[in-house]
């Protein structure tokens, strides 16, 4: 690509709760455009990477910050700076997820299963 991607030009967002996480997110992808924080009072870091034509914008938690408080601080200010992001991963370890109702082990992807206007969670 020759020119660098607007913020209006990312459609997927992926936050990853560790910074770990994120820099193995990063080795699957063709490559960052480049890292960069938020504006004002967005102090996220940006990663702005590309896998073929989609523009993706990785993010993790602020160290030591953990909960949904922060993942939907987290989320709402990638929301604000990429107002076109149409497709937003959360990459974890899932540690709240296991329970009686559910099998979900060690390796299986989780992904969200909204039913009766509510968000759910599954495993395939």
């Known amino acids: 690509m020759d020119t660098m991607p607007s913020d209006q030009d990312y459609i997927v967002g992926w936050i990853c709760v560790l910074q770990t996480e994120r820099d193995a997110a990063e080795k699957i992808l063709d490559g960052p455009y480049m ?9 996220n870091l940006y990663t702005l990477e590309r896998m073929g034509y989609h523009n993706i914008v990785i993010t993790y938690l602020p160290i ?6 922060t993942v ?3 989320a709402t200010r990638m929301m604000n700076k990429f107002p ?12 709240g997820v296991p329970r009686a ?5 060690l390796g ?16 395939v």
């Open 72 to 74: 939907i601080m987290v």
């Open 101 to 105: 109702q559910v099998d979900v082990r």
């Open 108 to 123: 299986h992807v989780v992904i969200s299963q909204p039913q009766s206007g509510y968000g759910g969670v599954g495993a």
């Open 64 to 69: 030591g910050w953990q909960g949904g408080n």
């Open 84 to 95: 076109n992001i149409k497709i937003g991963l959360m990459v974890g370890i899932g540690g």
């Open 35 to 43: 890292n960069r924080f938020g504006d004002g009072h967005d102090s």
